[in-house]
């Protein structure tokens, strides 16, 4: 590394951490201004408050604002380069334009690769910790009101419940039916089924089974029966932004779980999937878009610069939540999801690097 790398890299990394701490900081005042009442009926203790949830709050944003902020940073950095003549200075030793991407390509990478192993599995067990608190201290508790519940419990088993209550693990008109092909090999019914902790099974009330052999059809009832189901309580309980706690490992076996039962909420865990592993590409691309727009100097002043990164950057908040919003309602695959906007960007540095003076 020369010395002309380093000292871009440095102004590079040294702006990123401090925008983001800015606007991080700005985003927990907003945030305590808006629940301080919140905080204040919940009776959560201080040490609660910032432990729990202020401090894990910290890097949630940290993470969301990463792309944006590496591309206002690019773009802040440059635009001081080019207004002090500095770039110019750079491009008459001798130093190619290509070359100068060097360092701002340095920068995204470690800034990625720290961001990838965050968002795998360090942000996920803050965001557990900081979403408990939440659901504790400031939200209503939560009920499970879906009704007639379809599970594919394995290939050719499938359950039915009419309803389920969440607080007692009582489910209510279950039904377990088992095929072989299209045929219907048994079916087991029960007007009420509960969980029991010191078995870890499932007990059934009033039960009848019917199996249906090539001989005939047998048919049995009785009062109670404990079984083992490929079901638990966990899959009834508030899974509001569940994806946001899952470390990239347990995302994974967790989408691999809901295909074999061919759950229909699988969408929004394949786009949290795809999205992470796209993040450190999308923050390669706006630190490079970020110099290729500011290192022009401009008789407009870096304001006119910084003001273009901005809106540059609001432009792509706006292409990542349409097409999150498409994937999440069908519309769109998930991976097209999440490199649409890093594709588009991309298009867009490209026609930024041909048309920026050399």
Do not use: C
């Given at each position: 590394?020369?010395?002309?790398?380093?000292?871009?890299?440095?102004?590079?990394l040294k702006t990123f951490v401090f925008v983001v701490l800015i606007i991080v900081a700005v985003i927990c005042v907003i945030d305590w201004s808006e629940k301080n009442e919140d905080f204040i009926r919940s009776e959560a203790t201080a040490?609660?408050?910032?432990?729990?949830?202020?401090?894990?709050?910290?890097?949630?944003?940290?993470?969301i604002l990463s792309p944006l902020m590496a591309f206002i940073a690019s773009v802040f950095v440059s635009a001081r380069l080019a207004s002090h003549t500095e770039i110019i200075a750079m491009l008459s030793s001798g130093v190619s334009y290509?070359?100068?991407?060097?360092?701002?390509?340095?920068?995204?990478?470690?800034?990625?690769?720290?961001?990838?192993?965050?968002?795998?599995?360090?942000?996920?067990?803050?965001?557990?910790?900081?979403?408990?608190?939440?659901?504790?201290?400031?939200?209503?508790?939560?009920?499970?009101?879906?009704?007639?519940?379809?599970?594919?419990?394995?290939?050719?088993?499938?359950?039915?419940?009419?309803?389920?209550?969440?607080?007692?693990?009582?489910?209510?008109?279950?039904?377990?039916?088992?095929?072989?092909?299209?045929?219907?090999?048994?079916?087991?019914?029960?007007?009420?089924?509960?969980?029991?902790?010191?078995?870890?099974?499932?007990?059934?009330?009033?039960?009848?089974?019917?199996?249906?052999?090539?001989?005939?059809?047998?048919?049995?009832?009785?009062?109670?029966?404990?079984?083992?189901?490929?079901?638990?309580?966990?899959?009834?309980?508030?899974?509001?932004?569940?994806?946001?706690?899952?470390?990239?490992?347990?995302?994974?076996?967790?989408?691999?779980?809901?295909?074999?039962?061919?759950s229909e909420s699988v969408q929004p865990y394949l786009v949290e999937r795809y999205e992470r592993y796209t993040y450190p590409f999308a923050i390669v691309i706006l630190t490079l878009m970020g110099f290729f727009t500011a290192s022009r100097?401009?008789?407009?002043?870096?304001?006119?610069?910084?003001?273009?990164?901005?809106?540059?950057?609001?432009?792509?908040?706006?292409?990542?939540?349409?097409?999150?919003?498409?994937?999440?309602?069908?519309?769109?695959?998930?991976?097209?999801?999440?490199?649409?906007?890093?594709?588009?960007?991309?298009?867009?540095?490209?026609?930024?690097?041909?048309?920026?003076?050399?």
């Open positions: 590394m020369k010395k002309l790398d380093w000292y871009i890299l440095q102004k590079l040490g609660q408050i910032f432990l729990d949830y202020f401090l894990n709050l910290i890097p949630y944003w940290a993470n290509r070359r100068l991407t060097v360092p701002y390509l340095m920068a995204a990478i470690i800034i990625g690769a720290l961001i990838f192993g965050a968002i795998g599995w360090v942000i996920p067990k803050a965001n557990k910790e900081r979403l408990e608190f939440e659901f504790a201290y400031l939200k209503n508790p939560y009920y499970f009101n879906d009704r007639n519940i379809h599970f594919k419990l394995a290939p050719e088993v499938f359950a039915y419940l009419e309803s389920y209550n969440n607080h007692d693990e009582v489910g209510f008109k279950f039904t377990l039916e088992q095929f072989n092909g299209t045929k219907l090999r048994s079916k087991l019914a029960s007007p009420r089924i509960q969980w029991v902790d010191s078995s870890q099974k499932w007990r059934l009330k009033n039960y009848t089974l019917h199996n249906f052999l090539d001989t005939g059809e047998t048919y049995r009832e009785g009062r109670n029966l404990d079984t083992t189901l490929n079901l638990f309580p966990d899959d009834f309980e508030n899974r509001e932004r569940l994806y946001e706690t899952l470390t990239l490992t347990e995302l994974t076996h967790f989408i691999q779980d809901l295909q074999a039962r061919g100097k401009s008789r407009r002043g870096t304001g006119f610069q910084i003001a273009l990164g901005f809106v540059l950057a609001f432009v792509y908040i706006f292409f990542v939540m349409m097409s999150r919003s498409l994937a999440q309602a069908g519309g769109f695959h998930p991976l097209l999801s999440a490199l649409l906007p890093t594709m588009i960007f991309s298009v867009v540095s490209i026609f930024l690097y041909k048309s920026t003076p050399k």
